[in-house]
């Protein structure tokens, strides 16, 4: 138990700025910004609920919160004490906004929402420091401990279960989340297949499963196989006329069990095509609760994807995919007619800005509530340490890489597509001005567009979903502009619309797209920043910046004039989380302990914030065969890993103290932490791969110093790299 802790602060920090340790260097006493004492460990004692609740007072930064909705004051605390048991062992440890905990060298992880438990391993009677914060407050933080079965188990407080159908047969996916409490390598069988776990971790593996529901609503067993033993998965089966029923799928990502709940219509008939609303989530709002809250509408069917966890990625990256790869299973799944709706509140308001600024061709409708347009206006960043000392060469480049989720900057790209916002006047949560200034914009560009005001409400209310006015302009607004427009500044992010792909730009991460009216066998096509491009459809001539082509499904390259190639050789920029995009395993040296925990922290992480799959290896486990007969992306953890000679020579390029993306043969990529100076691991954890997240991308390469501790990313170097890609014209 953890009765008595010390605390230190409060410090002034910036908003998802990791790298920065504030009580660094040590001292015996520092200074705040909140504050004119000075600041020391001080100690507290929990409640009788075992909560520690940190007394400080924030009236005066509150203010700043009245007109701007969350400000961005980020306080934090540092936190040390001993965490005490009456048995040795190994512990399940919930954490109630708690991320994780630091014993000795090693860090363990936690869930900063205390959705899911962490193994920590326990002697009796540990040192622990941790940190915790908050948006303009500390909200009372805990520990709940409880001991770990001896044996491998499964894990029940996460299980990725479908719904049925009654009377349907069903084949799909469960999610089974396995966990290892020893201190030794352990197999586990599911279903005749092992799969190996390292000490202190989970993994959440696919479950596949045939059966047919019965003819009524009520619960239906279903036993797998674990180890030899019967386990019991209970499968929840409905009607079509239920609130919602959660569909599963397998994510291209990394193979993990990603689910979606589905609103289907009234007197729902599988025989007919419906349209489709694809409704995101705001934080903290489980994708079955979203669902729940429409009514079953009559033209269409509802798709409410996860954003991988409640929590998410503000629906960009694995978010952004992961409502993609919900749409693309649902129309796989049921007839639809049409495209989609898309809407979202709150976070999901920005997600439907996102992914409408993202992809403007495919949707029907643009339809975001209580929406923030970028997470720096949203929670500015301010107050992150760079800011503070100047621009550097890499805060301007990581700048760049952020440009795709600042929406405002390609509202152009929704001058086709028709847009309704929904905002209500006393939303104490994203600010209206958000709204006001996304109408204003738009306006200005001449888009077709409503705002509906809701002056009296929130920023939520029952019956938002469903407000008449917002779907009666979502039916009834349509665009008339022969001309299409699309800009992107992220190729990796978004690189197609109006059937025109870009392929390379001449500036990477610039403003780049195109303007393109279609006439009868005639395409005319304006650019800014595009080296080459293709025309997915269209065949005919093509008029491109003043040159006329005849165009029969060739590659377009601009050298002075624009020429047509039917095998062409482009090049992009990789960045570091492009590795985290497909399968990937996590390979620690057998010869730097640190990097061990490292592995462990990375992937209990990702499982616990991303709902995915990774395996852990260490390199003595890494064959040749095993390398090159596999399609995973790999993340090698230590300068002193042990690799077969191709990946070593590839490996040995990469400096001292960096981490840096490496190509691999194949369509594959290496991600190597060549990390030497073990000051420098402390900075490691702020890179786990579900943190690189907005506000966060990294390019392709970072060279570490430990002046991050004060400096934040300012004193870091970085650099971009470039991945070559072959197209040969149809």
């Known amino acids: 138990m953890l009765d008595t802790v010390f605390i230190l602060g409060p410090f002034l920090a910036g908003v998802r700025e990791s790298f920065v340790t504030y009580n660094f260097p040590r001292k015996e006493y520092y200074r705040s910004p909140i504050t004119e004492k000075e600041i020391r460990w001080e100690p507290i004692v929990a409640d009788t609920d075992g909560y520690f609740r940190i007394k400080v007072d924030t009236s005066n930064l509150r203010l700043?919160?009245?007109e701007h909705g969350l400000a961005g004051i980020n306080l934090l605390f540092y936190v040390k004490g001993a965490l005490r048991v009456d048995i040795p062992g190994v512990y399940l440890i919930r954490g109630r906004r708690v991320s994780s905990l630091k014993?000795?060298?090693?860090?363990?992880?936690?869930?900063?929402?205390?959705?899911?438990?962490?193994?920590?391993?326990?002697?009796g009677e540990d040192s622990v420091e941790f940190a915790v914060g908050g948006l303009g407050r500390v909200r009372p933080f805990k520990l709940e401990l409880r001991k770990a079965p001896d044996t491998p188990f499964v894990y029940e407080g996460d299980l990725t279960l479908p719904d049925l159908i009654?009377?349907?047969?069903?084949?799909?996916?469960?999610?089974?989340?396995?966990?290892?409490p020893k201190r030794e390598?352990?197999?586990?069988?599911?279903?005749?297949?092992?799969?190996?776990?390292?000490p202190l971790s989970f993994l959440k593996v696919p479950v596949k499963i045939s059966v047919k529901a019965s003819p009524k609503p009520g619960t239906l067993k279903l036993h797998i196989s674990v180890n030899g033993h019967p386990y019991p998965l209970n499968l929840t089966v409905k009607k079509y006329s239920a609130p919602f029923v959660r569909r599963t799928f397998i994510s291209r990502i990394d193979s993990s069990v990603q689910y979606y709940a589905v609103k289907f219509p009234k007197d729902y008939n599988p025989r007919k095509p419906y349209g489709l609303v694809l409704s995101l989530h705001g934080a903290a709002v489980l994708a079955e609760r979203r669902c729940a809250a429409h009514k079953h509408r009559k033209r269409e069917i509802v798709i409410c994807p996860?954003?991988?966890?409640?929590?998410?990625?503000?629906?960009?990256?694995?978010?952004?995919l992961d409502a993609l790869e919900a749409l693309e299973n649902a129309k796989r799944n049921f007839k639809i007619k049409g495209k989609p709706f898309l809407m979202g509140t709150s976070m999901g308001g920005h997600g439907s800005w996102h992914l409408c600024t993202s992809y403007p061709s495919i949707w029907r409708a643009c339809m975001p509530a209580a929406a923030w347009l970028s997470i720096d206006l949203y929670i500015p960043t301010h107050l992150q340490r760079y800011r503070l000392f100047g621009k550097t060469p890499f805060v301007e480049l990581q700048e760049r890489l952020y440009q795709q989720t600042r929406t405002t900057q390609l509202f152009e790209n929704l001058l086709n597509l028709p847009v309704v916002i929904l905002q209500g006047g006393k939303d104490d949560n994203v600010p209206p001005f958000h709204a006001r200034l996304a109408s204003d914009i738009l306006d200005r560009f001449g888009a077709v567009y409503r705002l509906i005001w809701r002056a009296e409400k929130g920023h939520w209310w029952e019956g938002s979903v469903d407000d008449p006015?917002?779907?009666?302009?979502?039916?009834?607004?349509?665009?008339?502009?022969?001309?299409r427009t699309f800009y992107t500044y992220d190729l990796g992010v978004s690189d197609s619309a109006f059937g025109i792909r870009i392929l390379e730009t001449d500036k990477a991460f610039y403003r780049s797209g195109f303007r393109v009216v279609y006439g009868r066998r005639v395409a005319r096509i304006t650019t800014v920043?595009?080296?080459?491009?293709?025309?997915?459809?269209?065949?005919?001539?093509?008029?491109?910046?003043?040159d006329t082509l005849n165009y029969a499904g060739e590659v377009l390259v601009k050298y002075r004039r624009w020429k047509?190639?039917?095998?062409?050789?482009?090049?992009?920029?990789?960045?570091?989380?492009?590795?985290?995009?497909?399968?990937?395993?996590?390979?620690?040296?057998?010869?730097?302990?640190?990097?061990?925990?490292?592995?462990?922290?990375?992937?209990?992480?990702?499982?616990?914030?991303?709902?995915?799959?990774?395996?852990?290896?260490p390199d003595t486990a890494l064959t040749p065969d095993y390398v090159w007969s596999s399609d995973f992306n790999l993340v090698v953890l230590g300068s002193e890993v042990i690799l077969p000679s191709a990946l070593k020579t590839l490996k040995e390029r990469v400096k001292p103290n960096r981490i840096e993306v490496v190509p691999v043969k194949g369509n594959r990529l290496m991600l190597v932490y060549n990390i030497s100076d073990t000051s420098l691991v402390p900075l490691l954890y702020s890179m786990a791969p579900s943190f690189i997240r907005s506000v966060r991308t990294m390019p392709s390469w970072v060279e570490l110093n430990e002046k991050a501790k004060i400096y934040g990313i300012g004193a870091l170097r970085g650099g971009l790299k470039t991945k070559t890609y072959f197209w040969m014209g149809n």
């Open 306 to 320: 996860t954003n991988r966890r409640r929590w998410g990625f503000d629906w960009e990256d694995w978010g952004r």
């Open 166 to 180: 009654v009377g349907e047969k069903y084949e799909g996916y469960a999610g089974l989340t396995l966990a290892n």
């Open 185 to 198: 390598v352990v197999w586990i069988d599911v279903q005749g297949k092992k799969y190996r776990l390292e």
């Open 469 to 483: 006015d917002y779907w009666k302009w979502a039916y009834r607004l349509r665009v008339k502009r022969e001309e």
């Open 529 to 546: 920043n595009v080296r080459s491009l293709v025309l997915l459809k269209f065949r005919g001539k093509v008029v491109i910046d003043g």
């Open 103 to 123: 014993i000795g060298n090693d860090r363990w992880a936690l869930n900063y929402y205390g959705d899911y438990e962490g193994l920590v391993p326990l002697n």
């Open 564 to 617: 047509r190639m039917k095998k062409y050789i482009y090049r992009r920029p990789i960045l570091m989380r492009d590795v985290f995009f497909k399968p990937f395993i996590l390979i620690y040296s057998s010869r730097q302990p640190w990097s061990k925990n490292l592995a462990l922290y990375f992937a209990n992480t990702w499982w616990s914030y991303a709902n995915g799959k990774t395996y852990i290896l």
């Open 64 to 66: 700043l919160n009245e």
